[in-house]
């Protein structure tokens, strides 16, 4: 059975934290790479970070997010999750979690499995 939900989201002031979760069933959580992607209104979804499962095969972030973004999983719970720092208002978007990666991509045809998102908010 397919699950991912997302939680965490909300409104916050430009250089705030928030944290992402991406709670999922063994499944699914096993299911391949997981990844964050995000979708501003009137723009195309785009794959913020990506994380391997199964094996400690690292990272990959997109470049608008380094340094500020990290993503991290806890096996144990099939959870992933998104710290975000320093957010700028540029970071407002509904983010999606994704589940059934190959590889740590960080496009949005590469997964199969998709939560239904949680909206951040950053106000200047």
């Known amino acids: 059975q397919v699950h991912l939900e997302e939680s965490g989201g909300g409104s916050v002031q430009a250089g705030g934290s928030l944290r992402l979760s991406c709670a999922s069933s063994?499944?699914?959580?096993?299911?391949?790479?997981m990844a964050w992607f995000r979708q501003a209104p009137g723009k195309e979804r785009e794959g913020v970070a990506a994380?391997?499962?199964?094996?400690?095969?690292?990272?990959r972030y997109h470049d608008s997010v380094k340094g500020r973004f990290t993503v991290s999983r806890d096996n144990a719970k099939h959870t992933i999750y998104l710290n975000m720092g320093s957010l700028e208002p540029e970071d407002t978007a509904m983010y999606y979690c994704?589940?059934?990666?190959?590889?740590?991509?960080?496009?949005?045809?590469?997964?199969?499995?998709w939560g239904q998102g949680t909206q951040v908010t950053v106000s200047s």
């Open positions: 063994a499944v699914t959580f096993n299911s391949g790479f």
């Open positions: 994380i391997a499962i199964v094996y400690d095969d690292g990272e």
């Open positions: 994704a589940a059934g990666g190959t590889y740590a991509s960080l496009m949005p045809g590469s997964y199969k499995y």
